[in-house]
């Protein structure tokens, strides 16, 4: 009999936190299944954020599904799923805080203003303190960070690209940025495992805790999974939807893909067989930075 999966004996809390552009494909059932693992290997809870944030990106019935493809896959959450939709309240909160605090200038750049600067160079708005209307909210990352410590990516550099970032769009909307900030702050959450496209984001967010006066949480960004011409995997390149009736071979592969070596027989075994495995087997540290996926069955299953 396998040994029942760690329960709820440590104070780390971990998480799942897709955009419902569209359902879940392969590429981020791994991130999934990699966040879920690490969570329940360190005896902690594993959390379910919907960042439904950008409406003009959101497909209608995505969320439904996402969380659908969860259960299916045996991924239980521990707490109710929070939507970034209903948090505007904490939002407007934080970026509040922040004006207050001289830590944002109004900014009425377009994009290609923006673009034609230099590198680390700030538009002249930064030098402004006046309200704009119609304007971005943007934050003023003077002491930007320059290196941080992945788990598995390791020493991570800021690559020499622009230093400004917006928490408001122009649209009104809030920006990805300090949203997750916000709610990884307010939800305690200790580590963030995500998909290495994330890797340069998280300048920008280690910036807003720096402001906030919050200990970050540590970050481990998994390998991604990409398409034969080198792109990521995902819902903007169309990548298929994640089968839900063969879940126990999705689960299989995912495991593999992220350096597990999990036995044949698990592909014939329960869902909650193959997880408590998992979880009995999942080191952090095994977790290839780069996995270059040579499996014709695996490319031929989910378009890899």
Same mark, same amino acid.
């Given at each position: 009999?396998?040994?029942?999966?760690?329960?709820?004996?440590? &104070?780390?809390?971990?998480?799942? /936190?897709?955009?419902?552009?569209g359902p879940l494909h392969f590429g981020s059932l791994v991130t999934a299944l990699g966040s879920y693992l690490q969570a329940k290997q360190s005896q902690g809870k594993w959390l379910v954020r919907i960042e439904d944030i950008d409406p003009p990106r959101e497909v209608a019935g995505a969320s439904e599904?996402?969380?659908?493809?969860?259960?299916?896959?045996?991924? &239980?959450?521990?707490? !109710?799923?929070? *939507?970034?939709?209903?948090?505007?309240?904490?939002?407007?909160?934080?970026?509040?805080?922040?004006? !207050?605090?001289?830590?944002?200038?109004?900014?009425?750049?377009?994009?290609?203003?923006?673009? %034609?600067?230099?590198?680390?160079?700030?538009?002249?708005?930064?030098?402004?303190? &006046? *309200?704009? $209307?119609?304007?971005?909210?943007?934050? $003023?990352?003077?002491?930007?960070?320059?290196?941080? *410590? #992945? !788990?598995?990516?390791?020493?991570?550099?800021?690559?020499?690209?622009?230093? @400004?970032?917006?928490?408001?769009?122009?649209?009104?909307? *809030?920006?990805?940025?300090?949203?997750?900030?916000? #709610?990884?702050?307010?939800?305690?959450?200790?580590?963030?495992?995500?998909?290495?496209?994330?890797?340069?984001?998280?300048?920008?967010?280690?910036?807003?805790?720096?402001?906030?006066?919050? $200990?970050?949480?540590?970050? /481990?960004?998994?390998?991604?999974?990409?398409?034969?011409?080198?792109?990521?995997?995902? $819902? @903007?390149?169309?990548?298929?939807?994640?089968?839900? @009736?063969?879940?126990?071979?999705?689960?299989?592969?995912?495991?593999?893909?992220?350096?597990?070596?999990?036995?044949?027989?698990? @592909? +014939? +075994?329960?869902?909650? !067989?193959?997880?408590?495995?998992?979880?009995? %087997?999942?080191?952090?540290?095994?977790?290839?930075?780069?996995?270059?996926?040579?499996? &014709?069955?695996?490319?031929?299953?989910?378009?890899?």
């Amino acid at each position: 009999m396998p040994t029942l999966p760690p329960q709820h004996t440590s &104070n780390y809390v971990g998480r799942f /936190a897709p955009s419902p552009s569209g359902p879940l494909h392969f590429g981020s059932l791994v991130t999934a299944l990699g966040s879920y693992l690490q969570a329940k290997q360190s005896q902690g809870k594993w959390l379910v954020r919907i960042e439904d944030i950008d409406p003009p990106r959101e497909v209608a019935g995505a969320s439904e599904q996402i969380l659908n493809t969860l259960a299916q896959h045996g991924l &239980n959450w521990d707490d !109710e799923p929070v *939507f970034q939709s209903q948090r505007s309240a904490l939002y407007r909160q934080k970026i509040a805080w922040l004006l !207050e605090h001289n830590y944002t200038y109004f900014c009425d750049c377009t994009r290609a203003e923006l673009a %034609a600067l230099a590198p680390k160079t700030l538009c002249c708005c930064a030098t402004q303190s &006046n *309200f704009k $209307k119609h304007a971005a909210i943007r934050f $003023k990352n003077s002491k930007h960070i320059k290196t941080y *410590f #992945d !788990e598995i990516q390791q020493e991570v550099s800021h690559r020499d690209s622009e230093v @400004q970032f917006a928490i408001k769009r122009k649209d009104g909307l *809030f920006a990805y940025q300090l949203a997750v900030v916000a #709610d990884d702050i307010a939800q305690g959450i200790t580590q963030v495992v995500r998909g290495a496209d994330l890797l340069h984001a998280t300048f920008y967010q280690l910036a807003l805790y720096q402001a906030f006066g919050h $200990k970050p949480p540590s970050f /481990a960004h998994l390998p991604l999974v990409l398409s034969p011409n080198g792109s990521k995997l995902s $819902k @903007q390149n169309h990548a298929p939807a994640i089968d839900n @009736q063969q879940v126990e071979l999705n689960l299989f592969h995912a495991m593999c893909f992220l350096g597990l070596s999990p036995p044949k027989s698990l @592909q +014939t +075994t329960t869902v909650k !067989e193959i997880l408590n495995w998992g979880i009995n %087997a999942w080191q952090l540290s095994a977790v290839p930075p780069e996995v270059a996926c040579n499996d &014709n069955r695996i490319k031929a299953l989910y378009s890899i």
